[in-house]
């Protein structure tokens, strides 16, 4: 009965505990408003379907856009963008074709894992692509149709990375200077602990 007890109060602790969010504020913003933006204008303009491939490209790209420099970061969304127009292209012409669509999964999904390397930022791209290969294979297109869909899933995911890197010109080097003070901010404090003799001295964290 105590066990039960504990687990159900485990969980309800579990449901109402109040985190941090791993996502900034800013960050979730404007990644919102690439979404929904053009998907309202598109309705508001009498072309769902252009609001509906513009957003669906931000959406797809939203899980690279991180902080940091602004041409990193705008170097990692044109990336994801890039994938994620050319994995719908792919999607769009071979979905009726059941072997080419098969080796097409088995290529990106290889060469999306193999991205593991490079870090999880570069992996989410890897992800991201496969998901929308499968997604668009659902609605095979001809090649005009496909090249039109996948320029607007490009175009979704570099309007989120306008969006992303839209304060470049007011605040050039501020993701850069925030992580000096983080490391300058751990050596202060690793300054401040007292050492024993003989003791090597603790590495600052972020």
């Known amino acids: 009965m105590n066990n039960g007890y504990s687990l159900r109060a485990s969980v309800i602790d579990t449901l109402i505990r109040t985190k941090r969010p791993d996502v900034p504020v800013r960050v979730a913003l404007r990644n919102t408003a690439a979404v929904v933006l053009p998907m309202a204008l598109g309705i508001l303009l009498g072309y769902p379907q252009i609001g509906l491939g513009i957003a669906a490209g931000a959406l797809d790209t939203m899980f690279s856009d991180q902080p940091g420099p602004y041409q990193q970061r705008l170097s990692r969304l044109f990336l994801a963008a890039l994938a994620a127009g050319a994995a719908s292209l792919v999607g769009f012409l071979i979905g009726d074709w059941i072997l080419p669509m098969c080796v097409a999964c088995l290529v990106c999904g290889f060469f999306g894992g193999m991205l593991v390397v490079f870090g999880p930022d570069i992996a989410r791209v890897g992800m991201t692509s496969m998901l929308l290969l499968v997604i668009t294979a659902a609605t ?9 869909g996948g320029a607007l899933i490009f175009a979704g995911g570099m309007l989120l990375a306008a969006f992303s890197v839209a304060a470049w010109p007011l605040q050039r080097y ?14 202060a404090d690793l300054a401040r602990k007292p050492q024993k003799d003989g003791e090597a001295p603790a590495s600052p964290t972020r």
Not at 140 to 148: C, E, M, N
Not at 174 to 187: I, K, N
């Open 140 to 148: 095979p297109k001809g090649l005009v149709d496909a090249l039109s």
């Open 174 to 187: 501020r993701p850069e200077r925030l992580a000096l003070a983080v490391v300058y901010r751990g050596l």
